[in-house]
């Protein structure tokens, strides 16, 4: 395989776009994986990066979390059509009874902010907030990101259904250990050491870009919707022990880029790996093919979402609008705040993930992810 155009993109991206430090990986079934690394861990550029540093992803850590409560779902045999009120009863108050889970893994709860203010280290009084919390639209008419919120109504779920266990708990025991993935929500301190911290970008989006206009305005439901549950917000303040070890499926998943590539690489393949199947086809038909579409109300863009996972919108011809998931129609993933981003590409049988520490501006995959992305389908047995 020639793997001259994704070298040179990551090349470039450490000599000219400002790059500090990255790893970018290409796992397919049957091949031996791709996986790059370099720049630095530091700002002071004197402890290098490897190919398996490991790193916050921000929300990247939101495809793993939908994962682990697809496959409860599963093991469960609850349909996603189920109320969410069955699994959690408090869930119906304030007109809550009818959503599904379908809808709250779309984006389509409403539940993106909360009129309350608990903070984000105190994870029941996050949940019976949520419990309470009457919608931001009627549920299912639309759909809007839910940043910070999206974590802990899938881990209070995946408690619920699993006597107590965390999701990060889930995470490892159903997916990272068997498939040897290192990734984690919620570090284990023995391995605080090895995490490369990240920096907050070094410019703004530009002046005029409706999701910094909305960001920027007190009380919109985007600004909200960023700010709820209150703390850890920062990339310092998610850089401290105490933000690494905790589990917050939302937004605080640390890992290596091949361990994302290897995960999606699984998804890509049906939901099995080397033997071993972790998802029926019809979980895999709702994350490849179901999926809401159209004005996102918290991102102030057009955006889609299958169950968990997000999608690159569909044109009316059938074309891509975008290409976050590279040029495959049935792609899927997720990308987190500052660049980092991971998918599943089905009709090519593989996974791909790219992190690094050194944030860009926006809530989407900008300069850097995507030449790297862009150079990934110019290899000739890819494209």
Not at 89 to 117: E, I, N, S, W, Y
Not at 316 to 340: V, W
């Amino acid at each position: 395989m020639n793997l001259e155009a994704l070298s040179l993109a990551f090349e470039d991206n450490l000599l000219s776009l400002g790059e500090l430090g990255a790893s970018v990986a290409l796992w397919r079934q049957g091949h031996p994986p791709v996986r790059l690394g370099g720049g630095f861990q530091d700002a002071e550029r004197s402890l290098a990066w490897q190919p398996d540093t490991p790193v916050l992803v921000w929300s990247a850590t939101k495809g793993p979390a939908a994962a682990c409560l697809l496959h409860a779902l599963e093991a469960a045999q609850l349909p996603l059509h189920t109320p969410v009120a069955k699994i959690w009863p408090a869930f119906a108050a304030a007109g809550k009874a009818a959503v599904t889970l379908r809808m709250l893994l779309q984006h389509q709860a409403g539940l993106c902010a909360l009129d309350g203010a608990p903070p984000v280290e105190d994870r029941d009084a996050v949940a019976a907030a949520l419990a309470s919390q009457a919608p931001a639209w009627e549920p299912g008419t639309s759909h809007g990101y839910h940043p910070r919120t999206f974590g802990f109504l899938l881990d209070e779920l995946l408690r619920l259904l699993g006597a107590g266990e965390s999701l990060g708990a889930y995470w490892r025991r159903v997916f990272a250990e068997p498939l040897g993935l290192d990734f984690w929500i919620g570090l284990p301190p023995h391995l605080l050491s090895r995490v490369a911290p990240v920096f907050s970008p070094r410019a703004m989006l530009p002046k005029g870009d409706p999701f910094l206009a909305a960001f920027m305005t007190p009380g919109s439901l985007t600004s909200r919707s960023f700010a709820s549950p209150k703390g850890l917000h920062s990339a310092a303040a998610m850089n401290t022990p105490e933000a690494r070890t905790a589990c917050y499926p939302g937004f605080g998943g640390i890992g290596t880029a091949s361990a994302l590539a290897k995960f999606y690489a699984m998804l890509a393949c049906g939901g099995a790996w080397e033997g071993r199947r972790f998802f029926e086809a019809s979980t895999l038909n709702c994350i490849q093919t179901g999926s809401v579409q159209g004005p996102d109300l918290v991102l102030q863009m057009e955006t889609s979402f299958s169950c968990g996972f997000m999608r690159d919108p569909i044109s009316a011809d059938g074309t891509k609008k975008r290409h976050i998931f590279g040029p495959g129609r049935s792609a899927f993933g997720h990308p987190g705040a500052g660049g980092s981003v991971a998918f599943a590409d089905p009709e090519r049988g593989l996974g791909f993930a790219y992190v690094m520490n050194q944030m860009e501006p926006g809530v989407l995959p900008s300069q850097r992810a995507m030449a790297l992305v862009r150079a990934l389908w110019e290899l000739p047995q890819l494209g």
